[in-house]
Nanobody, 127 residues
Framework: QVQLLESGGGLVQAGGSLRLSCIAS????????MGWFRQAPGKAREFVAA????????YQTDSVKGRFTISRDNAKNTVYLQMNNLKPEDTAVYYC????????????????????WGQGTQVTVSS
């Protein structure tokens, strides 16, 4: 079992930055692949970024490439999402998710592959 808790969301102006954190409790965080997803009002949950258990592989959706960076610190049981140059269309609730095992692309981009989810943190970008 893994419990996930996101933090770092808030209100920011367009062009600003936020860093989301997701801390995991439970065993063997370093064996879990981690993902960030987001859901805007009235829209389906969508993939944002993912990182493999070792940190050697990362994936991002095209709309955030060059702006968002996913990273992890296994010693702190934490995964991060650094978000720069935020846009109003980035407004959403952001969720982190975890799944163990070896995932080959495009599996890490699919919400259905993840076993554990956090409660989410709201990110609002004003224009």
């Amino acid at each position: 079992q893994v419990q996930l808790l996101e933090s770092g969301g808030g209100l920011v102006q367009a062009g600003g930055s936020l860093r989301l954190s997701c801390i995991a409790s439970g065993r063997s965080f370093s064996t879990y692949n981690m993902g960030w997803f987001r859901q805007a009002p009235g829209k389906a949950r969508e993939f944002v970024a993912a990182i493999s258990w070792s940190g050697s592989s990362t994936y991002q959706t095209d709309s955030v490439k060059g702006r968002f960076t996913i990273s992890r610190d296994n010693a702190k049981n934490t995964v991060y999402l650094q978000m720069n140059n935020l846009k109003p269309e980035d407004t959403a609730v952001y969720y982190c998710a975890a799944v163990s095992g070896v995932l080959k692309y495009p599996a890490p981009t699919r919400a259905s592959r993840y076993d554990y989810w956090g409660q989410g943190t709201q990110v609002t970008v004003s224009s």
